[in-house]
């Protein structure tokens, strides 16, 4: 697992994030920051071009060094950028630091999922906002019953992502309250497709 964990599945994760049906999700989501942002799991930097200029700093924390040396590489829109190689489990700023914690298909990674929706509400300023797209459980029961069967083989094979994750209940038992969300699936096998998009704010 060796190599495949640390040469090819950075590669495979930044290819299948390239997939243009994204895109609008991004832009509205990164779109929708301001201020000092703190961005969990930034992967290879594909979320970096849509940031706009009300952002003043983007602060992109990012575990996979090498996937945080793709990330490095890319263009922004002349934001500074401060690459962070760390954990959201212990994210490495000062409480109520941020104005904005961005995550993009990334609470389905993360093994301690609750600890790190916490360390966010720590960093976040009382009158912050976490913007968040992900994927996870279905409303469906027949589409949960493939999540539930298939995440065990999926997470091997994927980095640790898990298809069934409840994410609107995980953020709101870290102590959140959703600002707005919105559900539903998006074009492709609905066991991976069902997306949670919307905002919080901490309580």
């Not at 832009?27 to 799991?41: N, P, S």
């Not at 940031?51 to 590489?73: C, K, S």
């Not at 904005?100 to 966010?120: Q, R």
């Amino acid at each position: 697992m060796g190599i495949y964990s640390y040469v090819i599945l950075p590669r495979l994760c930044d290819r299948s994030m390239r997939n243009e049906r994204l895109h609008p999700y991004r832009e509205r989501v990164i779109g929708a920051a301001e201020g000092r942002v703190l961005e969990i799991g930034c992967g290879s930097g594909l979320n970096l071009p849509f940031y706009r200029p009300r952002v003043r700093e983007i602060l992109a924390l990012e575990p996979d060094p090498n996937l945080l040396a793709m990330a490095r590489r890319v263009e922004n829109s002349g934001i500074h950028v401060n690459f962070i190689e760390a954990s959201a489990e212990a994210i490495p700023l000062d409480d109520r630091s941020v104005d904005v914690v961005v995550t993009t298909w990334t609470l389905c990674t993360i093994p301690g999922s609750a600890v790190a929706l916490s360390e966010m509400r720590r960093v976040l300023k009382p009158n912050g906002r976490l913007l968040f797209v992900e994927h996870g459980l279905s409303p469906d029961r027949g589409v949960r019953w493939w999540q539930d069967s298939l995440t065990p083989i999926w997470r091997r094979i994927s980095g640790g992502c898990h298809l069934n994750r409840p994410i609107r209940s995980m953020i709101e038992d870290a102590g959140f309250g959703i600002d707005h969300i919105e559900t539903g699936y998006m074009r492709g096998p609905k066991p991976m497709t069902f997306m949670y998009e919307g905002s919080a704010r901490p309580k």
